[in-house]
């Protein structure tokens, strides 16, 4: 074997071995990034994001008005859901879980991506006047949400919550068929977002 093939095939091994390792490391480390969440504040609403068909979100945000931090909760919701707006179906949701219908203001809207959905909402909550907005995601959305809303209306205060999710989180992640989907998806819209892909 020339000395050339070897160094390869040593080179080879020892990143497998790498890989081996810290597979565990690496892994955890690309759920961590996605996750970036602040604590709640007293705000003057909370808005929830659409493209939670578990209630993850709408929950903790019911979870926030209910201990105070805001009186009113926008729920977004895109059409397309069986032909129903998802905000029609969310809020029914929370309100058989025992939360009051009053908390709840529908937000309908034909958004189909973040950026879209931050638009129109962001037109809804200068509208109303709100200047301070708990926006309740799920935990693996809150660095790329935060950063379109941010960037979308520098003038508003955007806390960021994180809702959990139950097929994600950043140490196993991989572990469920429905993790690695979430993780492929919202890297693969973090890496094309500065692209406006």
């Known amino acids: 074997m020339k000395r050339s093939t070897r160094i390869l095939a040593l080179l080879f091994i020892a990143i497998v071995i790498l890989g081996v390792i810290f597979h565990n490391a690496v892994l955890t480390e690309l759920g961590s990034y996605l996750i970036q969440a602040d604590p709640p504040e007293k705000a003057d609403i909370a808005l929830v994001l659409a493209g939670d068909g578990e209630g993850n ?6 979870q926030l008005a209910r201990r105070g931090y805001v009186s009113k909760v926008l729920v977004s919701g895109p059409s397309g859901v069986y032909g129903q707006y998802e905000c029609d179906l969310a809020i029914p949701f929370a309100v058989k ?20 959905e931050a638009h129109d909402a962001i037109v809804r909550l200068r509208q109303m006047g709100a200047h301070k907005v708990l926006l309740v995601t799920s935990d693996y959305h809150t660095r790329r949400a935060g950063k379109i809303y941010r960037t979308a209306a520098p003038d508003l205060k955007f806390v960021v919550v994180a809702a959990p ?14 993790g690695e989907k979430i993780a492929f998806n919202e890297w693969t819209k973090t890496l094309t977002e500065p692209f406006g892909i």
């Open 57 to 62: 979100r709408i929950l903790k945000a019911a």
């Open 97 to 116: 879980s025992g939360y009051p219908a009053s908390y709840f203001l529908h937000f309908e809207n034909d958004a189909l991506s973040t950026k879209e």
């Open 165 to 178: 999710d139950k097929y994600f989180t950043s140490n196993g992640w991989w572990h469920n068929r429905q």
